[in-house]
């Protein structure tokens, strides 16, 4: 018997709480994003950006025009809340994990967090990551943008209120987009694995405790669900039953009835008895009496001779 470790993907990863006191919830990013097409030609423009023009920007989709909101809703607030500033003690902020780039993003930069947790980092569809030369996750995502080009976007130029604008570029440059992070957490797992002499161990298969439940043993709502079609089994079965035990007695007493109906007294006296009835004689054999005149009377003559 031997040990083997084998690591897990976490599908949820619980909150954490920093030694200032914040706590962290994870919400995940896994399920297919498709952006909108017409998200590679929505730009905002703000005074304090370096870059300038900023595409597949959340605050577009938030405050500008939400028919065109170009990033999933979890990027949208986790956004909104990067923009009010560090999570105070006592506060619940968020992050995003398990995390998946949405579809069509570029997978710019990983970093090994610790012995189980990776962060990385995505870009929009055509944007590439500079300004990072650690390695690390830092730098801008941006997408290049060539001379004669004419971009429209949205600035606020008085209050709070977005006007549209379009430029014609006259030279080659590039235009900045908000890189996304998130969290990936691994669990490492033991197993038991058994091997015989001279053999080499196999690959251990990690099978966790829900899975074994879920194998091992029925749910409550299918146990529940075999009971009642059992029952309703059984009295389908007993009303079939006794609807065939009706019929059968009904048609015996219908068959004895219109046996009955045909049978002649003489049958039945038969039946009744059990041997054939007396039968008066036929004509031509009846015996018949002598009429009193034609009696034969004897006489004794004195010789004791009979005279007649």
Known sequence: MSAASTTIAATTIPPRT???????????LTTVFTANPVCSELFVKFASNPHGLMGYDPYYGNSIDPLYNCNPSVVSRWFKQSRSGPIQPGETGISMGPFSCPLGWNTVASQIKSS????????????????????????????????????????????????????????????????ITGWNVNYVRSVAT?????????????????????????????????????????????????????????????????ADSTQTP????????????????????????LPAEHEMRYELDGEGEQKK
């Open 116 to 179: 189980s947790s990776t962060l990385a980092e995505c870009c929009p569809p055509s944007f590439y990551l500079i300004n990072n030369p650690s390695g690390g996750i830092s730098g801008d995502c941006v997408m290049d943008v060539t001379s004669g080009q004419t971009l429209t976007y949205a600035s606020q130029k008085s209050g709070s209120k977005f006007d549209t604008f379009t430029t014609t570029l006259s030279h080659k440059s590039t235009v900045g987009a908000i890189a």
């Open 266 to 289: 003489r049958d039945k006296q038969v039946e009744l008895h059990g041997r054939d009835l007396p039968h008066e004689l036929d004509q031509a054999t009846m015996v018949t009496e």
């Open 18 to 28: 920093g030694t200032a006191g914040a706590v962290t919830s994870f919400v995940p």
């Open 194 to 258: 058994s091997t015989s002499a001279g053999e080499i161990a196999p690959s251990a298969t990690i099978t966790s405790s829900t899975d074994k439940t879920s194998t091992s043993a029925l749910s409550g709502g299918a146990i529940a669900g075999i009971v009642i079609a059992i029952v309703v089994t059984a009295v389908l079965l007993a009303i079939g039953l006794f609807i065939y035990m009706k019929k059968r007695r009904k048609e015996h007493q219908q068959s004895t009835t219109e």
